[in-house]
C-alpha cells in the first residue's frame, strides 16, 4: 500500500540558509500535517492542511511557511535556519471523515542538520 | 488546552513478561485517544485507538489499551514481551469537541524488551 513519502530523507544546511522539505500524502487522504521532532522530544505540531487550506497552526515560527499544491502534496519551507531548527521533520496524512477519530499516517521523516 | 503525560521515561521488562506503559490526559471534552510506536530513524506508526464502547481496545501487534475515564488514563498493555517490542511509544489525545484539532502526543516512553 502507498505511503507518505517524504524528500529528502536527510538534508544539511548551514546557518542563515534556507531549507524546503517535501511531502507526498497517501492517495485520497485530504488533510496534511506536518511536526517536528526534536532530539529526544515529543512531536511538536507545525500546521495542516485540509483540502489545501491551512486548518490548523501550531508552534511553527514565523520563518518557516507552507503550503498544500493542487496535487496535495506539500511543502515546508524554512528560511534564516538556526541550529535549534535541527530535527526530524514529519509529515502526516489523514482522511478527515465526519469525527476527530482520523488516524494520521507518518512518513518516515526528514532529518534536517544545521551546521 | 489537551495534554498527554507519561509518566516514565522508560520500562524495561523481559521477554515474556508483561508490559505497561502508562498514559494519563487532560482534555475539556471527552477525548479521542492514540498509540504511536517510533522505531529508530522511522516515523510513527499507528498502534490503536479509543473512540467509544468498550473500554479494552485491541491494536496491531498484540497490544491493547485500557481507557479509563475516572482517573483519566489510557495504558498501553501486551501480555507477552518480544524484543522486537523495544521502540519508543507516544500516546496522544483529540479532544472530541474539536473535532479536527491537531494531535497532541506525550512525550515518550522507551520500552526496553530483555532477552
Known amino acids: 500500500a502507498a505511503g507518505v513519502i517524504q524528500s529528502p530523507r536527510h538534508l544539511i544546511k548551514e546557518k542563515r540558509e534556507t531549507a524546503t522539505l517535501k511531502c507526498y500524502p497517501i492517495?485520497?487522504?485530504?488533510?496534511v500535517y506536518w511536526y517536528q521532532q526534536g532530539p529526544g522530544q515529543d512531536p511538536q505540531f507545525l500546521i495542516s492542511?485540509?483540502?489545501?487550506?491551512?486548518?490548523d497552526k501550531g508552534s511553527i515560527p514565523d520563518r518557516f511557511s507552507a503550503q498544500q499544491f493542487s496535487d496535495y502534496h506539500s511543502e515546508l519551507n524554512m528560511s534564516s535556519l538556526e541550529l535549534g531548527d535541527s530535527a526530524l521533520y514529519f509529515c502526516?496524512?489523514?482522511?478527515?471523515?465526519?469525527?476527530?477519530?482520523?488516524?494520521?499516517?507518518f512518513g518516515a521523516g526528514s532529518r534536517l542538520t544545521v551546521l | 488546552a489537551q495534554s498527554v503525560a507519561q509518566p516514565e521515561d522508560q520500562v524495561n521488562v523481559a521477554e515474556g513478561n508483561p508490559l505497561t506503559v502508562k498514559c494519563t490526559y487532560s482534555?475539556?471534552?471527552?477525548?479521542?485517544l492514540f498509540w504511536y510506536v517510533q522505531y529508530p530513524n522511522r516515523g510513527l506508526q499507528f498502534l490503536l485507538k479509543?473512540?467509544?464502547?468498550?473500554?479494552l481496545v485491541k491494536g496491531s501487534y498484540g497490544f491493547e489499551a485500557e481507557f479509563n475515564k475516572s482517573q483519566t488514563s489510557f495504558h498501553l498493555k501486551k501480555p507477552s514481551a518480544l524484543v522486537s517490542d523495544s521502540a519508543l511509544y507516544f500516546c496522544?489525545?483529540?479532544?472530541?469537541?474539536?473535532?479536527?484539532?491537531?494531535?497532541?502526543f506525550g512525550k515518550g516512553t522507551m520500552l526496553l524488551v530483555s532477552p
Open positions: 496522544a489525545v483529540r479532544d472530541r469537541r474539536w473535532g479536527y484539532s491537531t494531535l497532541t
Open positions: 502526516a496524512s489523514s482522511l478527515r471523515g465526519v469525527s476527530g477519530a482520523n488516524v494520521l499516517t
Open positions: 482534555v475539556s471534552g471527552n477525548p479521542y
Open positions: 492517495p485520497r487522504h485530504d488533510t
Open positions: 479509543y473512540i467509544t464502547g468498550d473500554n
Open positions: 492542511f485540509y483540502e489545501k487550506m491551512q486548518s
